[in-house]
């Protein structure tokens, strides 16, 4: 598919690979990408696709001038790179929320310990968009920290737990059209 073709997106769906997935047989982490078809890969069946968003944000800016007619001018600007963050929110109250909420150390089962967990939850998550006939047209695979920026609750609806995806280096960060 050409990229002058029209790319409504009308689904977006979100795994994730949790850093030292041991619990599957599985090593992950920034050097270590599951495969596509891993255990490792937990799939966000309570994800809620209108959040999605993702933030671009340049970093490192730098301003060249020159000069015309004796008097100094903006002629470029640059930057040294660029932070991705992938926002998006959860419909239900689960292990991972809780833990990534009280950064209990490990995946939480009956007990956990809050304040526990010695560093970020570090993850790669998979992003795939599709189209009205179903077909992927964009798919990325990200390292990253993943935060849990907020829940809200109440008696009337579901826990929303609201979700920050903060991409990292790593060479294996690829996305295909």
Same mark, same amino acid.
């Given at each position: 598919?050409?990229?002058?073709?029209?790319?409504?997106? =009308?689904?977006?769906?979100?795994?994730? $690979?949790?850093? /030292? %997935? #041991?619990? &599957?047989?599985?090593? =992950?982490?920034?050097?270590?990408?599951? $495969?596509?078809? /891993? %255990? #490792?890969? &937990?799939?966000?069946?309570?994800?809620?696709?209108?959040?999605?968003?993702?933030?671009?944000?340049?970093?490192?800016?730098?301003?060249?001038?020159?000069?015309?007619?004796?008097?100094?001018?903006?002629?470029?600007?640059?930057?040294?790179?660029?932070?991705?963050?992938?926002?998006?929110?959860?419909?239900?109250?689960?292990?991972?929320?809780?833990?990534?909420?009280?950064?209990?150390?490990?995946?939480?089962?009956?007990?956990?310990?809050?304040?526990?967990?010695?560093?970020?939850?570090?993850?790669?998550?998979?992003?795939?968009?599709?189209?009205?006939?179903?077909?992927?047209?964009?798919?990325?695979?990200?390292?990253?920290?993943?935060?849990?920026?907020?829940?809200?609750?109440?008696?009337?609806?579901?826990?929303?737990?609201?979700?920050?995806?903060?991409?990292?280096?790593?060479?294996?960060?690829?996305?295909?059209?």
């Amino acid at each position: 598919m050409a990229l002058t073709e029209s790319r409504a997106v =009308v689904a977006n769906h979100i795994w994730l $690979a949790r850093e /030292d %997935a #041991a619990d &599957v047989g599985s090593t =992950v982490g920034d050097a270590a990408k599951p $495969a596509a078809d /891993d %255990a #490792a890969w &937990v799939f966000m069946e309570d994800f809620d696709p209108d959040s999605f968003q993702v933030e671009r944000t340049p970093i490192g800016r730098f301003e060249i001038f020159g000069s015309k007619l004796g008097k100094k001018h903006l002629v470029d600007v640059r930057y040294s790179g660029f932070n991705h963050v992938v926002r998006f929110s959860t419909q239900r109250l689960t292990a991972l929320l809780i833990e990534a909420l009280w950064s209990a150390d490990g995946a939480v089962s009956a007990q956990f310990n809050p304040g526990e967990q010695g560093s970020t939850l570090r993850a790669w998550l998979k992003l795939q968009q599709y189209n009205v006939a179903g077909t992927v047209v964009n798919k990325v695979d990200l390292w990253g920290e993943l935060q849990v920026e907020s829940v809200n609750q109440n008696q009337s609806a579901p826990v929303q737990g609201n979700w920050i995806f903060t991409k990292l280096w790593s060479t294996l960060n690829t996305g295909t059209l």
